[in-house]
Nanobody, 126 residues
């Protein structure tokens, strides 16, 4: 069992930046694949980015590629999402997700993750 807690959300103007962090409990974070997903009002949850257990493989949704960067620090048990050049359409609740003992490329589907954080709101004003 692992507990994921997101932080770093907030209100920012278009063109601005935010950095989301997700801190995990548990002893074996280093073998977890991690992902970020988001859900806007009235829309389904969608993939944003994912990272393999050692940070060697990363994936991004086309809508955020070149603007967002995912990273992880296994010693600190954190995964981060640096979001630059934010747009109003990035407004959503952002969720951190994890799956244990995952040494394959990180999933881009929510079905590939067993653990979820509570979410953090990101609002981008125009």
């Amino acid at each position: 069992q692992v507990l994921l807690v997101e932080s770093g959300g907030g209100l920012v103007q278009a063109g601005g930046s935010l950095r989301l962090s997700c801190t995990a409990s548990g002893r074996t974070f280093s073998n977890y694949a991690m992902g970020w997903f988001r859900q806007a009002p009235g829309k389904e949850r969608e993939f944003v980015s994912s990272i393999s257990w050692n940070g060697g493989i990363t994936y991004y949704a086309g809508s955020v590629k070149g603007r967002f960067t995912i990273s992880r620090d296994n010693a600190a048990k954190t995964v981060s999402l640096q979001m630059n050049s934010l747009k109003p359409e990035d407004t959503a609740v952002y969720y951190c997700a994890g799956v244990s003992r995952s040494f394959s490329p990180p999933s881009q589907s929510s079905a590939g993750y067993a653990y979820w954080g509570q979410g953090t709101q990101v609002t981008v004003s125009s």
